[in-house]
C-alpha cells in the first residue's frame, strides 16, 4: 500500500523547523515541508496559494499548515484534490480573528506596522508567536523564524490582516490550544481542543500532535 504524502506549511516567517519534532510513522506516512519563498509585487494570496500548488508532488496530499501557514493551506486546496486539510493554530475564516486583526482591517493600520524592524527578533516573535513569550527563550525561537524578508513580511501581514474568506470549508479539520493569544480560542469554532495549547504548540505540545495527528489523518492507523 502506498504511504500517504502528508505536506507541512509553517507559519507566519517561520522555516520547516519548527516542524522538526513532529514524527508521523514512517510506514504510514511521508512528510514533506514546504517553505515561504518571496511574494512577487502586488501578488495576490491566492496567485502566491496556486504557485506553492506546484511544490505538490503528490496526488491528494494531505496539507498541514500553522497559522498563517494554515490560511495558506485553504488556499492551496482551492486548486488541487487533497486527502485532508489540518490547520493549526490558525483560522478557519476572517471571523475567527481577533477584535484588534478587524480594527486593523478597517483602519489600515496595519500598514502602520515597521516590518523594516522585524529583523529585531524580540519583536518579530512577538508578531508571529504571539506576546506570553519568555525572554530566555527568544534565542530558542530565533531559529524557528527565518524568513525576515521586508516584502514578504509586508506581504504576509497584509494578507492575514485582509483574508476574504468568511464562510468555513467544513473540510477543514481545526486543532486549537486554548491558550493561544494570537487566536484566541473564544473566537474559534468547532475545532479540536488542545488543553494548555498556545500559539507556538506546534513546537511545545509535539508529544500530543505525535500521538493524534497518526489518527486525525488517518482514522484505521493505530498509536
Known amino acids: 500500500m502506498s504511504k500517504i504524502a502528508v505536506y507541512f506549511m509553517p507559519g507566519l516567517a517561520a522555516s520547516s523547523i519548527i516542524f522538526e519534532n513532529i514524527k508521523l510513522p514512517e510506514d504510514t506516512f511521508e512528510m514533506h ?6 511574494p512577487k509585487p502586488k501578488e495576490s494570496l491566492e496567485a502566491y496559494a496556486l504557485r506553492m500548488t506546484k511544490e505538490i508532488k503528490h ?12 490560511i495558506l493551506v485553504q488556499e492551496m486546496s482551492k486548486y488541487i484534490e487533497t486527502k485532508k486539510i489540518i490547520i493549526i493554530s490558525s483560522v478557519k475564516t476572517n471571523k475567527e480573528m481577533p477584535s484588534r486583526m478587524k480594527i486593523a482591517k ?11 524592524l522585524l529583523s529585531n527578533v524580540e ?5 508571529a508567536f504571539g506576546d506570553n513569550i519568555i525572554a530566555s527563550r527568544l534565542k530558542l525561537y530565533e531559529k524557528y523564524l527565518s524568513v525576515r524578508d521586508k516584502k514578504y513580511l509586508d506581504w504576509a501581514i497584509e494578507n492575514v490582516i485582509l483574508w476574504s474568506r468568511d464562510k468555513a470549508d467544513e473540510k477543514v479539520i481545526h486543532i486549537h490550544g486554548d491558550s493561544d493569544s494570537v487566536f484566541p480560542i473564544q473566537n474559534i469554532k468547532n475545532a479540536i481542543i488542545v488543553k494548555g495549547g498556545t500559539h507556538i504548540m506546534i513546537i511545545n505540545k509535539y508529544k500530543w500532535l505525535n500521538e493524534n495527528l497518526p489518527k486525525i489523518i488517518n482514522p484505521i492507523e493505530k498509536t
Open 33 to 38: 515541508f514546504l517553505e515561504w519563498f518571496v
Open 59 to 70: 496526488k491528494q496530499p494531505v496539507l498541514i499548515g500553522v497559522s498563517f501557514g494554515g
Open 106 to 116: 478597517k483602519t489600515l493600520a496595519y500598514k502602520l506596522i515597521p516590518t523594516s
Open 123 to 127: 519583536l518579530l516573535v512577538k508578531y
